[in-house]
């Protein structure tokens, strides 16, 4: 081994893999345990099908069994205030960034047809948001979350 060879070189394939977008979820924090799920579940749900780029490859086991892709990126969830989750849909709207709202009567609807014509019945300004997510460039999303707090 010469003196210029180094003693280790790093693998590109092996280095951390850092995204330059982000998916967050912003709920507010006085939701019962089970909405929190629920609502996350709901507000991510449809970013796979209007952004394919945000969803990896199909998994697959030792035995070749095949599963559903996921989304190629974590999914970091926040929490805050009804004036925090306010705020952040607003500037959300600001920036033009994709988004999903879950409102308080979704909890009372059993469909997505009757969940759609409850949020279009009530203004923008107006909508008693529990839920918001949102997609986009890093730097972006972490301005629309300014004030939430990472979910415990």
């Not at 003693?7 to 909405?35: E, G, M, N, S, Y």
């Not at 952004?51 to 035995?63: F, I, K, N, T």
């Not at 926040?78 to 033009?96: N, P, Q, W």
């Amino acid at each position: 081994m010469s003196s210029t060879t180094p003693l280790h070189t790093p693998d590109p394939a092996l280095a951390p893999v850092r995204f330059d977008t982000k998916i967050a979820v912003l709920l507010r924090a006085d939701l019962a345990p089970w909405q929190r799920l629920n609502v996350t579940a709901f507000l991510v749900s449809g970013l796979g099908t209007m952004l394919p780029e945000v969803v990896g490859e199909p998994y697959a086991d030792a035995d070749e069994v095949v599963y559903l892709p996921m989304f190629r990126q974590p999914v970091l969830v926040f929490e805050g205030t009804e004036e925090t989750l306010k705020a952040a849909h607003e500037r959300a709207l600001g920036r033009a960034l994709p988004r999903a709202v879950f409102t308080a009567d979704l909890f009372t609807t059993g469909n997505d047809r009757d969940n759609r014509a409850a949020v279009r019945a009530v203004p923008t300004a107006e909508l008693d948001l529990v839920g918001l997510s949102v997609y986009g460039p890093r730097n972006a999303v972490d301005k629309v979350v300014k004030g939430a707090r990472m979910h415990p």
